[in-house]
């Protein structure tokens, strides 16, 4: 029997990532560059060499880290 993730399985996964990793996709014609940066104060220096050309900035955290 093969599983078949649900949309909540999707939306609750999570990879570790360090250094920056670039996802490509496409949607309605539009191609987008989506960079994970990682949050860890040792990755922020690499943050830098992804903002030329930058269009938009969207900004993503975990609500299970608030006020921590």
Same mark, same amino acid.
Request: charged share 30%; proline share 1%.
């Given at each position: 029997? &093969?599983?078949?993730? $649900? /949309? &909540?399985?999707?939306?609750? /996964?999570? %990879?570790?990532?360090?250094?920056? %990793?670039?996802?490509? #996709?496409?949607?309605?014609?539009?191609? #987008?560059?989506?960079?994970?940066?990682?949050? +860890?104060? $040792?990755?922020?220096?690499?943050?830098?060499?992804? #903002? *030329?050309?930058?269009? =938009?900035?969207?900004?993503? %955290? =975990?609500? $299970? *880290?608030?006020? +921590?």
């Amino acid at each position: 029997r &093969q599983y078949l993730p $649900s /949309t &909540q399985d999707i939306l609750r /996964t999570r %990879v570790k990532t360090t250094g920056i %990793v670039e996802i490509n #996709f496409t949607f309605k014609d539009l191609n #987008f560059r989506v960079f994970d940066v990682g949050g +860890q104060r $040792s990755e922020r220096k690499k943050w830098i060499h992804c #903002f *030329e050309d930058v269009t =938009a900035i969207i900004f993503i %955290v =975990a609500l $299970s *880290e608030y006020d +921590q």
